[in-house]
């Protein structure tokens, strides 16, 4: 009997892009809730959001030192977040919620695999190298396939 060829239903960018974006959600919360105190003082707590908005912009000066390291501590976060929940169960909260998990070309998804696809993912969250993010979505946009996955040997596919 010859062998049958595996054949995977591919995911939806919506249905990635709302698992990512879920994702996101749950590392800022939690990053937000750890730096909430250092901002405080200089922010206020009764401002509206436009009123923040505008104080960012008009004291971006003070700001800055703070808001980088807060950055870099939500690259690390996103780094650890993805790299461990997609190592151990294939899967982040947001690829729970939407049924789909990342699998690995080879027969078992390997650590070097999971950090390499997440790349992309964790430099998202520092505002100056957010131009290899979007080379990836673009890339995604052409070929089907994120850049990172097809260098990494890995895809999604639907939980069944």
Known sequence: MPKREKVTERVSIWRRGLAF???IIVIQFIVNL?????????????KTLIELFNYSLENYSSLEPKLLLISIVTAF???IYFTILEFKLQQTLGKMLFNIKVVSENKTLGYSQVLLRNVPKILFFVNYTSLLF????????????????????TSIEKVK
Not at 34 to 46: A, M, V, Y
Not at 134 to 153: G, N, S, T
Request: with cysteine; aromatic share 10%.
């Open 34 to 46: 750890s730096f909430n105190k250092i901002l405080e003082p200089e922010l206020g707590t009764d």
């Open 134 to 153: 979007l080379i990836d979505v673009l890339y995604y946009a052409v070929k089907k396939q994120r850049l990172f996955d097809k260098l990494a040997r």
């Open 21 to 23: 974006l879920i994702d």
């Open 77 to 79: 976060c996103a780094l």
